[in-house]
Structure formats: structure tokens, C-alpha cells
């Protein structure tokens, strides 16, 4: 029944190849936010050729924007010829580092034994490229198609999204009745439907004690000792307690099927810019630690809170002298898109129809876009779907595979149709 719609998306192979190489070669590495503009632009210039009209949108004021690595994004927008629906594409342009141990260039976007090579091909360069080509098949079988699609390539998402996603946002670009279902294709393999993340609490617990001469420590207060004393009491109280909380969230991987709590680092007393000499002696009277804590949609903020800062307080009454202060860094809702939105249903019939059998449904451990979409878009028809396996992102000689590609781009284009057309089998 798809058959149109899977010729037009094989004789596209090749241009999808190349142009998931042309966007590897471009290096989008965040931070700093390099070579966004030329990517954003060459972006812009492929959609127009096809008929898009597109924006290109500078997150101004946005964390790392200066004129030297502008936040720069791109949205295209394709209108059919009669009103409906607006189906959006949304991909961040932005790569992490390249890092050591690359056996071929990463910014080279070498083609070999059907795999394109390079940092962000499978996160998510290749998505990005998948959705360009699926637009274009399912406008080429159906040039009267009706309603919307959009495309985007956003900067900043693996720092946040701030300058991307979350500034586009606020402007009204993931809002209604401009947008009515969003699909993210982070590479989350092209047989799995990704619904959503846990939640996220980032915080800083700092201990206070009082300087002193480091000989006679007795007439300070350290409080680095004290953080020893937060840190012994998680480990009695917390890391238990997270432990046995289990979700009914279907995360991936399964060992993220519960609360978790990160100590993401710690440091007291003075800062080692003493080396090569030697530190003077002293009894530091400050000890930051930093918390980064992944909760469960069973779960609720306040109490995830209320968690820690009941072990703070209980220390504060038992142990002689202890005094902290506590600051939020960031703070994420878990999110997860019910199973029967439409655009669950809509790539869930792609995924049927290119590989015969029912998709998997998983919630992505850690956060990505779809959380600006749904808290300052207030979008909630949404999903990540894309081709690429999530492990190899973020490491060297990352890869995604052609045939990944291809076939991810056919349930896309069935997931146009559906949503667009009202095309479910019977
Ligand atoms: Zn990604």
C-alpha cells in the first residue's frame, strides 16, 4: 500500500547519503557553537531549492551567543495546497566534540561499507538528513497533499537547547496552530518509538565551616569533613531509598527503570593553582558538591527535594556546628507522550509497515528537546523517532548506517501520510 511511497524514498539514496556527509563536514561542535551559521544556511538553501520558505533565526542573548558563534538557526516551511495539519521535523545541528581514538576524520563524512562516518552522524546528522529526504518523497507521490510540514535544525541541545529549541519556543515557532505533532529523530534506533525522558534536578549543596590555621585545625571548622558527613548519610539513607524506587516508564536502558542520583563533582578548600609549589595550610571553610538526580514521572519535584534536604536537616540538628546552603541549577518535568497520540499511532503504522511488526516504546534516560516543546510550547503531540544507534552516539568513529537511514525515512513518510491524509490500515 506504501509502495509509491518507498520507491521515492530508494531513488533517493543517494542524494541522502551525500547529504548526511555535506552536514557531517560542517563541524557543529557545541561548545563552542562553531560553524552553526554556514550549517543553518546550507540547511536553508536545500529547502528553498524545493520550495520551503525558511527562516533563519539567531538565539540572541542565549548562553555562548556572540558574533563570533552565533546561536543560529534554521525553520522551513512547506505549505500543501489546502489547509490541515502541520507535522514538524525537528533536529539539533549542534555535535559534541570529537574526543580521541578516531580511526577516520570525523569532520570528513567518509562513506564506507554502507555506513557514513563522522561525529553527529548518528546523533543526529542523520536524522536530520532522513526527515529532509522522507519530506521530499511523500510531497513528490502527493503534490496535493494537504496541511504543513516544517522543517528544523536547532543549535545548543546538548548544552540545553536554550539557544535553539527553547528560544524558538517562546517565540511561538512549537506552538498551536502553527505546529501539531513534532517528531525529534535522535538516534533511537529505527524500530523504537522514544515517548519521552525522566526528570531531571541539578543542584549545588554547599558546607560551610570557618578558616583556620591548618595546624591547629581544632580552631576551625572544616567543611570538607562535613560534606564527608552528607555524602556518608546518602550513602546510608539515599542511594537505598533511590534504588528501590521503580518506574512503570519504560526506559532505556533498564537499569534506568529507577530513581537515580549523580554526584557530579565536588571541591573544598583552595583550588589547585598552587601547582607546581605547594598549598598553604589552612582549614577550608567552603565544600561544594554537585547533584544531578534523575526522578521518575511517579515522582514529584518537591519531594525529590524534600529528599535530600531532609538529610541536610537532620544533620543540621545532629552533628555540632553543621550549616549548609543549597542552590537549583536546572530542573526538568519527566515527560511521556500517551500511547495513543496521534503521532505514536501515525510512525507506529510506519514502523508496521516497513518492518512487519509492532514498534518498541522506550523513554529516553536522560532529557533532549521534547521537554522546551511540551513546557513552553505546549505541544504535546510529540516523540523522538530516528535512525542510528543510540550507544554509538558521543563516541569515536561514530556511524549510522544507509539502510538505517532508508528505512527510517520510509516510516517518516508513512507518518506524513497518516497524519496529513488520515492513511491508517485497515
Ligand atoms: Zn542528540
Known amino acids: 500500500m506504501h509502495d509509491k511511497l518507498f520507491h521515492a524514498v530508494e531513488a533517493r ?15 557543529t561542535v557545541n561548545p563552542p557553537g562553531e560553524a552553526y551559521t554556514p550549517c543553518a544556511e546550507y540547511i536553508a538553501a536545500r529547502l528553498k531549492k524545493r520550495g520551503y520558505g525558511v527562516e533563519l533565526i539567531r ?29 514538524h521535523f ?12 578516531w580511526t577516520v576524520d570525523p569532520f570528513g563524512g567518509l562513506v564506507r561499507d554502507g555506513r557514513v562516518y563522522g561525529r553527529g552522524a548518528c546523533d543526529m546528522k542523520g536524522g536530520l538528513a532522513a526527515s529532509i529526504i522522507a519530506a521530499d518523497a511523500f510531497m513528490e507521490v502527493n503534490p496535493d497533499f494537504p496541511g504543513a510540514i516544517e522543517i528544523s535544525g536547532t543549535v545548543d541541545e546538548e548544552s540545553g537547547g536554550f ?22 529523530p535522535e538516534p533511537l534506533n ?6 519521552g525522558h525522566r526528570g531531571v534536578w541539578w543542584a549545588e549543596i554547599e558546607t560551610r565551616g570557618e578558616i583556620a590555621h591548618g595546624s591547629m585545625p581544632f580552631l576551625g571548622d572544616c567543611a570538607v569533613r562535613h560534606m564527608g558527613a552528607v555524602i556518608a548519610a546518602f550513602e546510608r539513607h539515599l542511594f537505598p531509598a533511590l534504588d528501590a524506587k521503580q518506574t512503570t516508564m519504560p526506559v532505556v536502558p533498564e537499569g534506568a527503570r529507577r530513581s537515580t542520583l549523580n554526584i557530579n563533582g565536588i571541591h573544598g578548600g583552595q583550588t589547585e593553582d598552587f601547582r607546581p609549589g605547594l598549598p598553604s595550610p589552612n582549614v577550608p571553610d567552603s565544600c561544594r558538591l554537585t547533584i544531578d538526580r534523575r526522578f521518575l514521572l511517579e515522582e514529584n519535584i518537591a519531594d525529590v527535594k524534600g529528599e535530600v534536604t531532609g538529610i541536610l536537616d537532620r544533620l543540621k540538628r545532629e552533628r555540632p556546628k553543621f550549616d549548609y546552603a543549597i542552590r537549583d541549577i536546572m530542573e526538568v518535568q519527566p515527560l511521556m507522550t500517551e500511547r495513543d497520540a496521534p503521532v505514536v499511532g501515525a510512525v507506529a503504522e510506519g514502523i508496521r509497515a516497513v518492518f512487519d511488526r509492532e514498534p518498541a516504546y522506550v523513554i529516553s ?19 523522538a523517532y530516528g535512525p542510528g544507534i543510540l550507544d554509538l552516539a558521543h563516541r569515536p568513529d561514530e556511524w549510522v548506517g544507509i539502510e538505517d537511514m532508508v528505512q527510517s525515512a520510509k516510516v517518516m513518510a508513512v507518518g506524513l501520510d497518516v497524519l496529513l491524509r488520515g492513511r491508517i490500515r485497515a
Not at 529549541?165 to 525529534?184: M, N, Q
Open 365 to 383: 534516560p536522560g532529557t533532549y528537546d521534547q521537554k522546551h516543546i511540551a513546557r513552553i510550547g505546549h505541544v504535546y503531540d510529540c516523540i
Open 13 to 27: 539514496t543517494d542524494d541522502l547519503v551525500q547529504l548526511t556527509a555535506d552536514l557531517i563536514r560542517f563541524p
Open 190 to 195: 529505527k524500530d523504537r518509538i522514544c515517548l
Open 90 to 101: 525537528n533536529s539539533h545541528i549542534d555535535v559534541v566534540e570529537a574526543g580521541e581514538g
Open 163 to 184: 539557544g535553539g529549541v527553547a528560544y524558538l519556543a517562546r517565540k511561538g515557532y512549537f506552538s498551536k496552530p502553527r505546529v501539531d505533532h513534532v517528531i525529534i
Open 59 to 87: 538565539g540572541e542573548g542565549t548562553p555562548g551567543d556572540t558574533d563570533r558563534y552565533p546561536r543560529t538557526n534554521v525553520v522551513a516551511r512547506f505549505d500543501g495546497r489546502t489547509p490541515g495539519p502541520t507535522v
